[in-house]
């Protein structure tokens, strides 16, 4: 069975006259998990350890740590340097966001833009950074929280 896209599971749910028997024939397509579970998982998929993440995120290793544990809620800036430091795509780092109830990057935002850009690309955050700076955007990575 292939998974089903958010407005198939949108359409389903408007239809439905019972919610029991819509979570119940589209349980393989919900999400279930918290984000540290989430982090976890794209850690294994990925096939990186922390200290990967920790490098490619320009995060310190305490701070990751603490996010992949649960211990700290990350920032949706935050999120952006770990999609970086996960290698995540521009649509695996769209259902990163939205799993951790932060808004997605938005194409006519300036400088969601970039970074959507540097992701489609398979920039490092160094090279985002780099782009965001040359355009006078905080860059990622550096926690100002």
């Known amino acids: 069975m292939n998974a089903k896209t958010t407005e198939e599971l949108r359409h389903e749910l408007k239809a439905a006259t019972n919610i029991e028997d819509y979570l119940r024939s589209n349980q393989k397509n919900l999400v279930r998990y918290n984000l540290p579970e989430y982090l976890r998982s794209l850690l294994s998929c990925k096939k990186l350890r922390k200290a990967d993440v ?3 995120s320009l995060l310190s290793r305490a ?4 996010i992949f544990s649960g211990e700290k809620s990350p920032s949706r800036n935050t999120l952006l340097a770990l999609a970086f430091g996960l290698r995540l795509s521009d649509e695996e780092t769209q259902v990163l966001l ?3 109830k932060n808004p997605e990057l938005y194409a ?3 400088r969601d833009a970039i970074i959507l850009f540097a ?3 398979g920039k490092t955050i160094f090279e985002a950074n780099t782009l965001l700076f040359e355009h006078h955007f905080h860059i990622l990575g550096i926690p100002s929280e």
């Open 54 to 56: 920790v490098r490619g």
């Open 108 to 110: 006519r935002d300036e």
């Open 98 to 100: 939205k799993a951790s």
């Open 63 to 66: 701070y990751v740590y603490q």
């Open 119 to 121: 992701l489609q690309k």
